[in-house]
């Protein structure tokens, strides 16, 4: 009976696991997961291979039924798309209307940003709430007056008129979002600034923009992505002059029948600006977002 006492563990059975213990379920959870976080990516990532593989099928192959997952790749619906007349002003339109109001939103809303982040007043709150409550109307509700207002004053199919709407569309999400960035900038960087005899301009530029300068690239980026995806007052306010890409792929879609190879390489195509941007600038836009930009 002694014998059989001593040779037991001498650990209680109350005791704690040891952390050696606890490292194979760690790890066993991580690597579940990964799992899951790839196969939710590869799903949401799915169609857009899918469009990428159809862009070079024949019209045949891509509108087959089982579909087709082996055939000779061809750039014909690529060149069809380059080669359709009109395709570059489409084009030049949208790289207008995106460059020209992100320049435009960022200049009004660093100050504005800076306004009601650094040196808020009593109705502050009050102001960011109507700011950003403007994003809660419906656009159809103000087209009617948006297009009466452009018919008189002769803006209508005015590449200027969409750079005014994009302009108004971005600037309140651009202001909140500078507003989180100017946030975290810590009070004392201010202090010394203003200590040392800086202006505000100068404090500006030299202190405060290039630290929120990661800040300022995914607004950009925001900025552009809207721009550039926007559909509903480019389909209504524009014909010949000044319609942009999204008008253009409605345009692949016509009474004959939907051309889905056509169409994919036309998707494809107006996607490449916007993921070249997000891939130049994806360092910018990770440290953005993770000084906490959305919140």
């Not at 939103?105 to 007043?121: M, N």
Request: charge should be positive; glycine fraction near 4%; charged fraction near 10%.
């Amino acid at each position: 009976m002694s014998a059989v006492t001593a040779d037991a563990p001498r650990t209680s059975p109350s005791a704690p696991p040891t952390i050696r213990s606890r490292r194979p379920k760690g790890r066993t959870s991580g690597h579940l997961l990964s799992v899951l976080a790839w196969a939710a990516g590869l799903l949401f990532f799915a169609p857009v291979a899918w469009m990428v593989l159809t862009s070079f099928k024949q019209e045949s192959q891509a509108a087959s039924n089982p579909p087709t997952f082996f055939f000779t790749p061809t750039l014909e619906q690529y060149a069809s798309v380059i080669g359709t007349a009109g395709a570059g002003s489409y084009l030049l339109n949208s790289v207008i209307a995106t460059a020209c109001s992100t320049l435009l939103v960022l200049v009004l809303a660093v100050p504005a940003a800076y306004a009601v982040s650094i040196r808020p007043v009593k109705r502050t709150q009050d102001f960011l709430f109507f700011f950003i409550s403007t994003k809660m109307l419906p656009v159809v509700a103000v087209i009617m007056p948006i297009y009466v207002i452009a018919g008189q004053i002769r803006m209508l199919d005015n590449i200027l008129t969409l750079i005014i709407l994009y302009t108004a569309m971005n600037l309140p999400i651009a202001v909140w979002m500078m507003r989180s960035f100017f946030l975290e900038v810590p009070a004392e960087v201010l202090e010394a600034a203003s200590i040392d005899g800086a202006s505000l301009l100068r404090t500006m530029r030299t202190v405060l923009l290039p630290m929120v300068a990661p800040g300022l690239a995914a607004t950009a980026l925001i900025c552009v992505i809207f721009a550039w995806n926007e559909f509903f007052f480019a389909l209504n306010l524009t014909a010949a002059n000044a319609a942009t890409v999204p008008i253009f792929l409605m345009s692949t879609m016509t009474s004959e029948g939907l051309f889905l190879a056509r169409l994919s390489a036309a998707s494809v195509l107006a996607s490449l600006p916007v993921v070249l941007a997000g891939w130049i600038a994806q360092k910018q836009l990770v440290r953005g977002l993770s000084m906490g930009a959305v919140k």
